[in-house]
């Protein structure tokens, strides 16, 4: 499997050809489209992208970790963490590409 980053410029460039839009407008739609996620996120909200699956915050607690040098205990402070959890159709189509490179 190939090592590639998809970037906000691949996104852009792939806006700009399929939609037709400038290459600027096609940068500014995907800014404004990350940008309501990235907000809605920081506001606790869940985002849910149809076929591809949803986005949420969750709230962990503080608890006692380890340091895996020492095997000190060390505090872990309360925290929030962004959470993925993928459509079945996104898991079925990584699922059959991965089937048809075999």
């Not at 939609?19 to 800014?31: F, I, Q, Y």
């Not at 095997?71 to 699922?95: D, M, Q, W, Y």
Request: net charge negative; no cysteine.
């Amino acid at each position: 499997m190939a090592e590639h980053t998809v970037t906000r410029a691949d996104l852009s460039e792939a806006v700009y050809q399929e939609v037709g839009l400038s290459r600027n407008e096609s940068a500014d739609l995907v800014e404004s489209v990350l940008d309501v996620i990235a907000k809605a996120l920081v506001d606790g909200e869940m985002v849910k992208l149809s076929s591809f699956g949803s986005f949420s915050v969750r709230e962990k607690g503080e608890r006692i970790g380890r340091n895996p040098k020492t095997g000190e205990e060390v505090p872990i402070l309360p925290r929030r963490v962004l959470v993925f959890r993928a459509s079945h159709v996104l898991k079925n189509r990584i699922n059959g590409a991965l089937s048809e490179h075999d």
